[in-house]
C-alpha cells in the first residue's frame, strides 16, 4: 500500500501558516485539498483519517464534490454530482 496524501508544504491562508495536502478523487478525477490545522488529520499518508468533511465546488450542484476520509476510504455523499454519490471507495495511491 502506498501513500494516498501528497504534502504540497507549507502556505499561508489568512495570514496563518497552516500545512497544505492534496488526495486524488476518484469521483470526479480531480486532486483535492485540504490544510491542516484547518481540517484536523490522524498524519497519516497510507491511511488518512480527516474531518470535517471536505466540500469541493459546493455552490454549483453540477460540479460538487463532497466526501469524508476515513481510514485510507474516501465516503462519497449523496449530494455529489458524480457516479459515486452514496459509495465508500478506497482512496488511490498518489501518483507522484
Sequence with gaps: MGAKIKDC???QRDGKPQRMYLFHCPGCGY????HVPMWTWNG????PTF?????VNGSDPRYRCHSFVKE???QFLSDC????????????????
Design 44 to 47: 497519516s499518508l497510507d491511511a
Design 72 to 74: 485510507g476510504k474516501i
Design 51 to 55: 474531518s470535517p468533511s471536505l466540500m
Design 81 to 96: 454530482f458524480h457516479k459515486l454519490a452514496g459509495q465508500t471507495v478506497e482512496l488511490p495511491d498518489w501518483e507522484a
Design 9 to 11: 508544504g507549507e502556505t
Design 31 to 34: 486532486s483535492h485539498p485540504f
